[in-house]
Nanobody
């Protein structure tokens, strides 16, 4: 599976962005997916995760109520809608695909076997 993330950019605080991640490969719909982010000088952290079916989701506390993860298995895509953006959301955002057989919410970074190239999100104050 190859992942291609897009949709990042520069936005003012309070604004919105929608990240997209297009996946190639027939195993996309059989694995959980996630969005991670990495700010300068910080470790990569999970932001949101979604199960293979899309029926279950997870959000880190700092984005709850502002971000929404979704997926369209027919289009082999996963999305991250980001609203009410804050300067502390500034980071490079990565989409990640779970290893085969990982159909539920995946929180451990080591359980993701496929990574996109990252897209920069910058939120100005």
């Amino acid at each position: 599976v190859q992942l291609q993330a897009s949709g990042g950019g520069l936005v003012q605080a309070g604004g919105s962005l929608r990240l997209s991640c297009a996946a190639s490969g027939r195993t996309f719909s059989s694995s959980g997916m996630g969005w991670f982010r990495q700010a300068p000088g910080k470790e990569r952290e999970i932001v949101a995760a979604i199960s293979a079916s899309g029926s279950s989701t997870y959000y880190v506390d700092s984005v709850k109520g502002r971000f929404t993860i979704s997926r369209d298995n027919d289009k082999n895509s996963v999305y991250l809608q980001m609203n009410s953006l804050k300067p502390e959301d500034t980071a490079v955002y990565y989409c990640a695909g779970g290893r085969p057989g990982y159909r539920t919410i995946i929180l451990q970074r080591s359980s993701y076997g496929h990574w996109g190239q990252g897209t920069q999100v910058t939120v100005s104050s």
